[in-house]
Antibody, heavy 120, light 110 residues
Framework: QVQLVQSGAEVKKPGSSVKVSCKASGGTFSSYAISWVRQAPGQGLEWMGRIIPILGIANYAQKFQGRVTITADKSTSTAYMELSSLRSEDTAVYYC?????????????WGQGTLVTVSS | QSVLTQPPSVSAAPGQKVTISCSGSSSNIGNNYVSWYQQLPGTAPKLLIYDNNKRPSGIPDRFSGSKSGTSATLGITGLQTGDEADYYCGTWDSSLSARVFGGGTKLTVL
């Protein structure tokens, strides 16, 4: 069974960048897509974008275009999400999740989440 | 403002049945499969239903999903206190070219 393990919590200053990692173990990495979903405190889920590791192609939600970069390293089965120009509203738990490359849009499994706090 | 609309909260007694609705449009639910997720307090979401009505291995048949037109429904029977969680619907939106979620529904088992 695939497991996704994320990097630890981060505290960042406004205007800086954060890079969160997501390492897959126990199953196939490259033939699926890895999405990033965030959840602000007390709020719902928000899809940020995804990457297809075998192709190296990333797609982003319009809201995050220009500010988020999603990459993947097939050799280590690790995906990364970098968010720049951080502001207080970016304080959230960031999750990675495995999904399909094409077809039905489901996410399974999910990483444990990484809390990113943006504060001066 | 979420693209998919869910009721903020639902409640029912242990052993009873509850349904959670998810309303969208032709650009999302109307022409795409729906999935449902359970998020227990302080944990990551977990896939409950995919392809409108299929259960992943390990998900009990107390959980069911259905879709009609631009709406989807999650049903939970034989409610247990352990089912208290937030539930989210999700799908693809072709107008936005993005995965989208509902705002979430908090289930309370009284």
């Amino acid at each position: 069974q695939v497991q996704l393990v994320q990097s630890g919590a981060e505290v960042k200053k406004p205007g800086s960048s954060v890079k969160v990692s997501c390492k897959a173990s126990g199953g196939t990495f490259s033939s699926y897509a890895i999405s990033w979903v965030r959840q602000a405190p007390g709020q719902g889920l928000e899809w940020m974008g995804r990457i297809i590791p075998i192709l190296g192609i990333a797609n982003y939600a319009q809201k995050f275009q220009g500010r988020v970069t999603i990459t993947a390293d097939k050799s280590t089965s690790t995906a990364y999400m970098e968010l720049s120009s951080l502001r207080s509203e970016d304080t959230a738990v960031y999750y990675c999740a495995r999904g399909t490359v094409a077809g039905t849009p489901w996410f399974d499994p999910w990483g444990q989440g990484t809390l990113v706090t943006v504060s001066s | 403002q979420s693209v998919l609309t869910q009721p903020p909260s639902v409640s029912a007694a242990p052993g009873q049945k509850v349904t959670i609705s998810c309303s969208g449009s032709s650009s999302n639910i109307g022409n795409n499969y729906v999935s449902w997720y359970q998020q227990l307090p302080g944990t990551a979401p977990k896939l409950l239903i995919y392809d409108n009505n299929k259960r992943p291995s390990g998900i009990p048949d107390r959980f069911s999903g259905s879709k009609s037109g631009t709406s989807a429904t999650l049903g939970i029977t034989g409610l247990q206190t352990g089912d208290e969680a937030d539930y989210y619907c999700g799908t693809w939106d072709s107008s936005l070219s993005a995965r989208v979620f509902g705002g979430g529904t908090k289930l309370t088992v009284l």
